[in-house]
């Protein structure tokens, strides 16, 4: 699934997903509320080498901090948030 690799001094770095692999993972990413964007886009951090938070923050339009959070929060046993999830339109201010 990963496009390439560079490898130069032993270490990895990711280069990116083919081009058909990330308009699906983007439109996926389109569909989640925002704590499941941080927590998706944590586990595709974690499933990559060095360079994976840089690729997936530019991916995705995130910032760092946002994919930190996610990793935090996918090291917790439980979702402190996980009944506090809005819909979308649901207490917008007009």
Same mark, same amino acid.
């Given at each position: 699934? &990963?496009k390439?690799? %560079?490898?130069k001094? +032993? &270490?990895?770095?990711?280069? +990116?997903?083919?081009k058909?692999i $990330? ?7 389109a ?6 964007h941080?927590?998706?886009a944590?586990i595709?951090?974690?499933k990559?080498?060095? !360079? !994976?938070? %840089?690729? &997936?923050c530019v991916?995705?339009?995130i ?6 959070q996610g990793?935090?929060e996918?090291?917790l $046993? $439980? ?9 979308? +339109? ?5």
């Open positions: 699934m &990963i390439t690799v %560079e490898k001094a +032993g &270490i990895c770095r990711v280069t +990116g997903y083919r058909d $990330e308009l699906k993972m983007r439109r996926l990413f569909t989640l509320s925002r704590k499941d941080r927590r998706y944590a595709e951090v974690l990559l080498e060095h !360079g !994976g938070l %840089e690729y &997936i991916l995705f339009k910032d760092a901090k946002t994919v930190r990793l935090t996918l090291d $046993e $439980e979702d402190p948030a996980a009944s506090r999830v809005r819909k979308k +339109g649901v207490d917008a201010k007009v």
